[in-house]
């Protein structure tokens, strides 16, 4: 006599760590003086400065910069507080933001060095990410792992139930099946993110002070599906 099937329904989780194959610089341009030429001024210079040094990025080939963007500078004033009162002169100051997208990660040391020497110009922030075409590509096999790790556990079962064969009903994201969330995955979200930046300084035998070198933390990328299963 043929037993019923039985119907088995699993999670299936994955993770790969890639690394990065961007990284923006972020760098705000910035200076106060006590009239609006004298701020101006050395904004003007350290935008003309990075300006150059990306042109000449750019003229490299291949090209280590996939784009640039220079937010215009502004200007603005204020008096500083007294606490009795009294009117002190005008500040100004003048800002710019520039941003540089980077394809080459070796390339990000040497700029952020050359820039972070202007007195004006701050490295506000280094971010590392992955390619939309990247990221796409990775997360289509981190969802196929999930997929056979939910497979792998229906048949576990099967084999635990002394059946033999097992084919899938339905596959699904994360609550879609009515089931609740794995307690080892309590986001329910179908992928995750996670960048951290780690740097280092060394010195060549050639060079008397450190040369920039930049080593981006890996990004994790994580999926988690639903699957339901029939052994018979």
């Known amino acids: 006599m043929n037993q019923r099937p039985v119907t088995i329904t699993v999670t299936g989780h994955a993770e790969q760590t890639v690394a990065p ?23 003007a210079d350290a935008v003309a400065t990075i300006t150059d040094l990306v042109t000449g990025l750019r003229e490299r080939s291949p090209s280590p910069v996939k784009r640039w963007t220079f937010d215009r500078v502004h200007h603005s004033r204020r008096r500083p507080y007294h606490r009795e009162g009294k009117s002190r002169p005008w500040v100004y100051n003048s800002s710019a933001t520039i941003t ?25 922030d280094l971010r590392w990410w992955l390619s939309r075409n990247a990221e796409q590509k990775r997360l289509a ?38 089931s609740r969330p794995s307690p080892d995955h309590t986001s329910g ?37 639903e699957a339901r299963f029939e052994a018979s």
């Open 21 to 43: 194959n961007r990284c923006t610089v972020v760098l705000r341009v910035h200076s106060d003086g006590t009239s609006r030429k004298r701020a101006a001024e050395p904004v």
């Open 141 to 178: 096999q981190v969802r196929d792992l999930a997929v056979r790790d939910a497979l792998d556990k229906a048949k576990a079962y099967t084999k635990s139930l002394g059946h033999n064969t097992v084919h899938a009903v339905a596959i699904a994201d994360p609550g879609m099946l009515g």
């Open 189 to 225: 979200a179908p992928m995750m993110r996670t960048a951290m930046l780690l740097s280092d300084a060394v010195s060549t035998p050639e060079e008397s002070d450190p040369e920039l070198v930049f080593e981006p933390g890996r990004i994790t990328l994580t999926a988690d599906v």
């Open 100 to 124: 540089v997208t980077f394809l080459d990660s070796e390339a990000v040391g040497a700029f952020v060095d050359q820039v972070a020497a202007l007195e004006v110009v701050t490295v506000s």
